[in-house]
């Protein structure tokens, strides 16, 4: 999305932090001795860009709001997607997390996130010194409390970077609930009629561009979306949250290793492990909604800096 927010010095940029996650898996890869597989086939979807490598690799990164990926309107960059299948994946999102077209960067983040899921498993995390716990998908504990929602306390004022599943998944549990996004506010407002007239979701305040940086000032808790790593939001939205007890990530295509985002300026990450590579492929190829083939198939989990405060941690038995 496009934020129009000049970046803060105290915050750095998504862009080093991607670059640090390639250096940090490089590392884990030669220090476990393994070797990454070549990419086999790219999924491009108007919320998603899914990747599947030859080792049963999945990786999963969320498109830029509003660009339909910036590729499915032009035939000769699907053209030039073919170049990249078959090179390592370590190559592919070298190559891609570089660029600065948002499509081109997606595929980036999605070879990051093929390349994580061997090191973001709960034993892989904990030995690494952060806070880990994970789920089986749909298990009872994780649908009445979803992981964003044992971050957050009852008096947090939580500040969301676009609007996506986990604002609904609060509805309730914090004082108060923003919501940034550039597009209009009856793209998701819900007019509802019955004994009276309303405007949902309730509880959902919805601001504009312009009143972006006082709302990210008083914020709590501010949670960033997926595509912030894909676009150039990532430092401008992070560096004025510079009151907030906590920042994070969150969504499907937040699967990545959380080291350099830790080292920087995040707190915490909630996602999925793609732990179930056949039905990855299948929703990749026949789903429309990817975070829907996720939250029913994958692990769910929650990662957090040990630092991190979090009064409003709802604690349960993680799963293994």
Known sequence: MDAKIPG???????????????????????????????????????????????????????????????????????????????????????????????????????????????????ASIRKRGYRAQCWKPEEEFSRRYPAISRVVAADDVVVFAGFCREVR????????VHVLDPGPPETYQTILVGNDISQGP??????????????????????????????TTYA???GHAKNARLIGLSGPGCSIIPDAFF??????????????????TMAMIHDSDMEYSARTTQKPFILMRPEAARPGLREGKPGS
């Open 169 to 176: 998944d609060l509805a309730g549990l914090c004082r108060e």
């Open 8 to 122: 803060n010095p105290r915050r750095r940029s998504g862009t080093p932090a991607l670059l640090l996650t390639l250096e940090r898996l490089k590392e884990f890869y030669s220090a476990a001795e393994a070797r990454p597989g070549h990419l086999l086939t790219i999924g491009f979807k108007p919320r998603w860009t899914a990747l599947t490598g030859s080792g049963n690799e999945c990786g999963l990164a969320a498109a830029v709001p509003g660009t339909g990926n910036g590729i499915t309107e032009n035939p000769l960059e699907i053209i030039k997607v073919r170049e990249l299948v078959g090179r390592s994946l370590f190559e592919v999102a070298e190559t891609c997390i570089r660029s600065s077209r948002s499509w081109e960067k997606s595929v980036g983040v999605a070879a990051l996130s093929a390349l994580s899921q061997r090191f973001i498993g709960c």
């Open 202 to 231: 309730p509880g959902v305040t919805l601001h504009p561009c312009e009143e972006y940086r006082e709302v990210l000032r008083s914020a709590d808790v501010v949670i960033l979306p997926a595509s912030a790593l894909a676009d």
């Open 263 to 280: 080292s920087l300026d995040v707190d915490f990450i909630t996602s999925y492990r793609f732990t179930d590579p056949q039905q990855f």
């Open 236 to 238: 401008g939205l992070a």
